[in-house]
């Protein structure tokens, strides 16, 4: 196939073919940002109100083209959110768009809006404003998830089900306590949100392009009026500085991969080989083609979400790597990767909370799991530890060969014969039969932290004194 290039054509017959008018439509269209940004408009609006409040008190503008300001943007903020509001492309982004409506609306006052702030101070504001509202949302998202997790918890103290590690069947814990384990992880990204929180909780307006201004602005009263702790300490990074876009993605992938590990279980739990759990119709769908079949979608659709949130992570962290101080148009390609993570991790974490609270419990298969697959046989190891005072590792291998005979009997621990267990040790009495039960294993780890419902019942209760 030939192509412009080879035929020694111009390069603009050769990508122009879609573009009205060449170049320039090409550059506009690189260069705006109004298509995504515009989600930002009640922070733009927020923040300009705030600006325009401090320039009055300061004396910087008249407190009658402030008023006139302030009605106007008021007008602006119901334009957009009744979809009156026309966007231009032409106007680049949100600012320019609305600072351009505003003027229509009011004249020459618009003008003196922009007095001692730039564009870069200004998105800067912005976007801490919407992601600081994000992270508060997620907050509360987070908070309904662990709560589901603790009714689950308290449901299941006493269901027994088999611990895994590498996938294969450990020791028998309770679904109780694998809930909590969950509780934990969505309890740490909650701190890390409420941190981030913290972290982002410093006003950029007034950083101006990069210097600051000549101004005599009033940084605090703005700080204070948007719900900032303080202005930010150094104008060059205020504009410059993207953290709280990344510290925001980075929390999302966390939680996400937590997600996706729930997400993982469940669809492993929902398979009629394990069939620990039975999801709701709410949850799952069925086959075009084979009728029997209930698919885990929702759980799935979670775990690939986490592909979208962690590449977003890398994307932002890559387009930061190499810039130098301060603002470089690079920088306005943070919004539409915090937007789409927000977007994915708010509809995956709202699922999850659904299956959570949704899951058919099937105690009856757990407990037979939990009682294959030798699972006591660290209880067995323990009680010749305690009981007949061998060493761990002599008991390890003891244990290690009534494992084997079992295995070779097909049959669990518990159903060996005494005399078979004092043919492989003679100080094994019947009292070891009392521990071989996944009931008792799981009653005997009393340790801090441990799967005995004792224990679990401590957790969940310190957990809803939390939540
Ligand atoms: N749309 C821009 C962004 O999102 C706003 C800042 C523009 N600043 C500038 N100096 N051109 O980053």
Excluded at 53 to 82: P, V, Y
Excluded at 108 to 115: C, K
Excluded at 165 to 179: E, I, K, N, R, S
Excluded at 385 to 405: C, I, K, N, Q, S
């Amino acid at each position: 196939m030939s192509d412009g290039a080879s035929e020694g054509k111009s390069s603009n017959q050769m990508w122009g073919g879609r573009f009205a008018s060449g170049p320039d439509a090409i550059m506009e269209e690189i260069n705006a940002s109004i298509g995504f940004d515009k989600k930002l408009f009640a922070q733009d609006i927020r923040g300009s109100k705030a600006h325009a409040t401090m320039l009055a008190h300061q004396g910087i503008i008249s407190a009658d083209d402030k008023d006139k300001i302030l009605h106007g943007l008021d007008t602006i903020l119901s334009e957009i959110e009744s979809g009156q509001f026309e966007f231009s492309r032409r106007l680049e982004d949100i600012h320019m768009n609305i600072e351009a409506r505003l003027a229509t609306l009011i004249g020459p006052a618009a003008g003196r809006l922009h007095t001692a702030r730039s564009r870069n101070d200004q998105v800067a504001l912005d976007f801490r404003l919407w992601v600081k509202e994000e992270l508060a949302k997620t907050e509360t998202m987070l908070t309904a998830l662990i709560a589901a997790f603790l009714d689950r918890a308290e449901e299941h103290v006493d269901t027994v089900m088999p611990g895994f590690t590498h996938l294969q069947t450990a020791q028998p814990v309770t679904f109780g306590h694998h809930c909590m384990a969950y509780v934990e992880m969505f309890g740490r990204d909650r701190q890390r949100v409420r941190h981030a929180i913290e972290h982002l909780d410093e006003s950029p307006i007034g950083a101006a392009a990069l210097a600051g201004t000549g101004f005599p602005i009033d940084r605090h009263m703005t700080a204070k009026a948007l719900g900032f702790r303080e202005p930010t300490r150094n104008s060059i990074d205020t504009v410059s500085d993207r953290d709280f876009a990344l510290e925001f993605l980075s929390i999302a992938s966390i939680c996400a991969v937590h997600l996706s590990r729930l997400a993982e279980e469940i669809v492993i739990w929902s398979t009629p080989q394990f069939g620990f759990v039975r999801l709701s119709d709410a949850f799952s769908t069925g086959s075009s083609i084979m009728p029997q079949k209930k698919n885990p979608d929702a759980a799935e659709l979670v775990r690939a979400k986490t592909g979208r949130i962690n590449g977003s992570l890398i994307a932002l962290l890559t387009v930061m790597k190499g810039l130098p101080l301060a603002y470089s148009k690079d920088m306005q390609e943070d919004k539409e990767q915090v937007f789409d993570a927000a977007e994915s991790l708010e509809l995956a974490i709202a699922a999850m909370t659904g299956m959570v609270r949704d899951l058919t419990i099937r105690a009856d298969k757990m407990k037979a799991a939990a009682g294959s697959g030798f699972s006591t046989a660290t209880d067995l190891a323990d009680w010749l530890v305690r009981e007949a005072g061998l060493p761990f590792r002599d008991a390890h291998h003891v244990t290690g060969r009534a494992v084997a005979l079992a295995e070779e009997k097909g049959c669990e621990l518990a159903e060996l014969s005494l005399a078979d267990l004092q043919a492989i040790h003679p100080d094994i009495t019947d009292k070891v039969f009392d521990v071989l039960t996944v009931e008792a294993s799981v009653a005997s780890r009393t340790s801090f932290g441990g799967t005995a419902p004792s224990e679990v019942r401590k957790q969940i209760a310190w957990w809803r004194a939390k939540n």
